[in-house]
């Protein structure tokens, strides 16, 4: 499965886990779990919800594209 994010990294970098990501979304665990697979993708919007919480840039949470 091709990765598009890195929330998992992300999370783990700082020490969080999907289950506070969830608590603080207001999402079930099972929605963040599949966006830390890739299985799924969150929305633009709630990407940068996301950076917001976490404090990093959008752009942080993507895999590039580029080499």
């Not at 886990?17 to 890739?38: D, F, Y």
């Not at 990407?47 to 959008?58: G, P, Q």
Request: charged fraction near 30%.
């Amino acid at each position: 499965m091709e990765q598009i994010n890195r929330l998992k990294a992300v999370l783990a970098e700082q020490n969080r886990t999907g289950k506070w990501l969830a608590e603080v979304m207001g999402k079930n665990e099972a929605t963040v779990s599949r966006w830390c697979t890739n299985k799924s993708q969150p929305t633009q919007a709630t990407m940068r919800k996301i950076a917001e919480l976490l404090d990093v840039d959008v752009k942080d949470l993507l895999v590039s594209t580029k080499k």
